[in-house]
């Protein structure tokens, strides 16, 4: 007969959740090493986010980097998917929370993740250029690859809505300051003006990086892997999200579809018909139809 060891019911209940990141014991909570009555008041929340993620505190001026992103991405409007299913969740009853869950759950590959997909893209034309090719051979490489795989649409450049995002453009201003004073090295930021600059030439006109391409190039810069990109945007477009559901919240509406009522929506069906039609036709053919599951 087999025997086995008695098990250590205490230490697999221990190592069943085992955490680096947080030590809680009655009357101590310590994240990451640190005790939270350290943090809380000296830490930036941007700043927390990072220990939580990454489990060192970041350099102040990498911190000022990644909260420019998490600033840029907050809102974008009731037209955004996520902003729109937050507010007729509220108007259905939902609470915060709930509003909260439904709209971030829509924020996924179409809507809300072009930024881990840029990253994602970024980083395999670096590993191009580490293995030896020239920047502008690696880009254009890749960009094929990427649409061969992915299809035309590649995340991170051109917008529906701005003809240059302007969020962009100052994010890859603070980018072009932390390169300058050796925070970062730049590498991400000429990945995406590379990209940038092929799309020019081979559409004929500019087609400028967007906040995705943009956010995408400080995450890279920092070092945080693409999923997390697209984590990250979801903190920061949950301000949004939850602005929009609280405003609703005070506007005492019902049941708010995706628009007005008054404007009507285009109907492509069949044109109206009836029972007694099918009837008729069915006396006179003698019972055979055109819908292939009736004659069978």
């Given at each position: 007969m087999t025997t086995h060891p008695p098990?250590?019911?205490?230490?697999?209940?221990?190592?069943?959740?085992?955490?680096?990141?947080?030590?809680?014991?009655?009357?101590?909570?310590?994240m990451r090493g640190y005790p939270i009555e350290e943090l809380i008041g000296n830490v930036s929340f941007p700043q927390m986010i990072w220990l939580m993620l990454r489990g060192e505190l970041p350099e102040p001026r990498a911190a000022r980097l990644f909260e420019a992103a998490l600033v840029a991405s907050v809102d974008h409007g009731p037209h955004a998917p996520s902003i729109a299913i937050s507010r007729m969740a509220v108007s259905c009853g939902l609470p915060l929370n709930g509003a909260m869950a439904s709209a971030i759950n829509a924020l996924?590959?179409?809507?809300?993740g072009a930024g881990q997909q840029a990253v994602e893209l970024y980083d395999a034309i670096a590993r191009r250029v580490e293995h030896g090719l020239e920047l502008e051979d690696a880009?254009?490489?890749?960009?094929?690859?990427?649409?061969?795989?992915?299809?035309?649409?590649?995340?991170?450049?051109?917008?529906?809505?701005?003809?240059?995002?302007?969020?962009?453009?100052?994010?890859l201003a603070l980018v072009d300051e932390a390169v300058s004073a050796g925070v970062v090295q730049?590498?991400?930021?000429?990945?995406?003006?590379?990209?940038?600059?092929?799309?020019?030439?081979?559409?004929?006109?500019?087609?400028?990086?967007n906040i995705d391409g943009a956010t995408a190039v400080i995450y890279g810069e920092l070092g945080f892997a693409a999923e997390l990109a697209r984590g990250v945007f979801c903190l920061s477009r949950a301000v949004g999200i939850l602005s929009h559901a609280w405003e609703q919240r005070g506007r005492h509406e019902r049941n708010k579809g995706p628009m007005?009522?008054?404007?009507?929506?285009?109907?492509?069906?069949?044109?109206?018909?009836?029972?007694?039609?099918?009837?008729?036709t069915e006396a006179a053919t003698g019972g055979a139809t055109d819908d292939p599951l009736r004659n069978v």
């Amino acid at each position: 007969m087999t025997t086995h060891p008695p098990i250590d019911a205490a230490a697999l209940a221990a190592d069943y959740w085992s955490t680096s990141i947080i030590d809680i014991h009655p009357g101590s909570i310590k994240m990451r090493g640190y005790p939270i009555e350290e943090l809380i008041g000296n830490v930036s929340f941007p700043q927390m986010i990072w220990l939580m993620l990454r489990g060192e505190l970041p350099e102040p001026r990498a911190a000022r980097l990644f909260e420019a992103a998490l600033v840029a991405s907050v809102d974008h409007g009731p037209h955004a998917p996520s902003i729109a299913i937050s507010r007729m969740a509220v108007s259905c009853g939902l609470p915060l929370n709930g509003a909260m869950a439904s709209a971030i759950n829509a924020l996924d590959d179409v809507h809300g993740g072009a930024g881990q997909q840029a990253v994602e893209l970024y980083d395999a034309i670096a590993r191009r250029v580490e293995h030896g090719l020239e920047l502008e051979d690696a880009v254009e490489e890749e960009v094929d690859a990427f649409i061969a795989a992915r299809g035309k649409y590649l995340p991170g450049f051109g917008h529906r809505f701005h003809p240059v995002d302007p969020r962009a453009v100052r994010l890859l201003a603070l980018v072009d300051e932390a390169v300058s004073a050796g925070v970062v090295q730049g590498k991400y930021a000429s990945i995406a003006r590379g990209v940038e600059a092929l799309l020019k030439r081979r559409k004929h006109r500019p087609v400028p990086m967007n906040i995705d391409g943009a956010t995408a190039v400080i995450y890279g810069e920092l070092g945080f892997a693409a999923e997390l990109a697209r984590g990250v945007f979801c903190l920061s477009r949950a301000v949004g999200i939850l602005s929009h559901a609280w405003e609703q919240r005070g506007r005492h509406e019902r049941n708010k579809g995706p628009m007005p009522r008054q404007l009507p929506y285009r109907y492509t069906g069949a044109p109206e018909r009836h029972l007694s039609d099918l009837a008729d036709t069915e006396a006179a053919t003698g019972g055979a139809t055109d819908d292939p599951l009736r004659n069978v």
